[in-house]
């Protein structure tokens, strides 16, 4: 609760979506995703990062009647990355590297609604910190951000597995990118 009013949040369960946002379609998707959950749930969505289509999931958000409840997170100074996961409950990272890596978030408990890679997989499916989906597929994506947006102790399960990755594999700290972080 502290980092979402540290980022001007409002007190919501929180799907914090990273970028970078370089393609419309998954934009769109994001975005209907979200409007899925959001008809089934009470539910927030912070945008973090870059990239041309950053605002086509607001847009999108608009048009389909959930644009309220999207928030666009705007980069500053280093450090604060932490908060920014912090306040997120479910983290859709982006398909490419973006301003927080998979490794921050999972170390900051936070479960995952990835894209499916390689990486991914590795981290996220062994010890069930979240879910893989199939890149494009908006059915799925809301799907399983509605399992744990509506399933708090489901989150939580995640969120212990998410840090024990974070603790267990150092040698996936290379993922790590240089975090840039967010005010409102």
Same mark, same amino acid.
């Given at each position: 609760?502290?980092?979402?009013?540290? /980022?001007?949040?409002?007190?919501?369960?929180?799907?914090? *979506?990273?970028?970078?946002?370089?393609?419309?379609?998954?934009?769109?998707?994001?975005?209907?995703?979200?409007?899925?959950?959001?008809?089934? +749930?009470? @539910?927030?969505?912070?945008?973090?990062?870059?990239?041309? =289509?950053?605002?086509?999931? /607001?847009?999108? *958000?608009?048009?389909?009647?959930?644009?309220?409840?999207? =928030?666009?997170?705007?980069? +500053?100074?280093?450090?604060?990355?932490?908060?920014?996961?912090? *306040?997120?409950?479910?983290?859709?990272?982006?398909?490419?590297?973006?301003?927080?890596?998979?490794?921050?978030?999972?170390?900051?408990?936070?479960?995952?609604?990835?894209?499916?890679?390689?990486?991914?997989?590795?981290?996220?499916?062994?010890?069930?910190?979240?879910?893989?989906?199939?890149?494009?597929?908006?059915?799925?994506?809301?799907?399983? /951000? /509605?399992?744990?947006?509506?399933?708090?102790?489901?989150?939580?399960?995640?969120?212990?597995?998410?840090?024990?990755?974070?603790?267990?594999?150092?040698?996936?700290?290379?993922?790590? =990118?240089? @975090?840039?972080?967010?005010?409102?």
């Amino acid at each position: 609760m502290t980092a979402r009013s540290l /980022l001007g949040l409002a007190g919501i369960p929180t799907i914090l *979506a990273t970028g970078p946002f370089w393609d419309r379609s998954e934009a769109e998707q994001l975005a209907e995703a979200f409007a899925a959950v959001r008809r089934r +749930c009470v @539910a927030q969505l912070a945008i973090f990062g870059t990239g041309k =289509h950053r605002t086509t999931v /607001l847009r999108r *958000a608009y048009a389909l009647g959930v644009g309220s409840d999207v =928030h666009m997170l705007k980069s +500053c100074s280093a450090g604060w990355w932490p908060d920014i996961v912090a *306040a997120a409950d479910v983290v859709a990272p982006g398909p490419e590297p973006g301003p927080i890596s998979l490794m921050d978030i999972l170390s900051a408990g936070r479960p995952v609604v990835a894209p499916i890679d390689p990486t991914t997989v590795r981290l996220v499916v062994p010890a069930s910190a979240g879910s893989v989906d199939r890149r494009g597929d908006m059915s799925q994506l809301a799907a399983s /951000l /509605l399992r744990l947006m509506s399933n708090p102790s489901r989150r939580d399960r995640m969120a212990c597995r998410a840090i024990e990755v974070g603790r267990r594999d150092p040698m996936m700290m290379r993922l790590a =990118h240089p @975090a840039e972080t967010v005010v409102r």
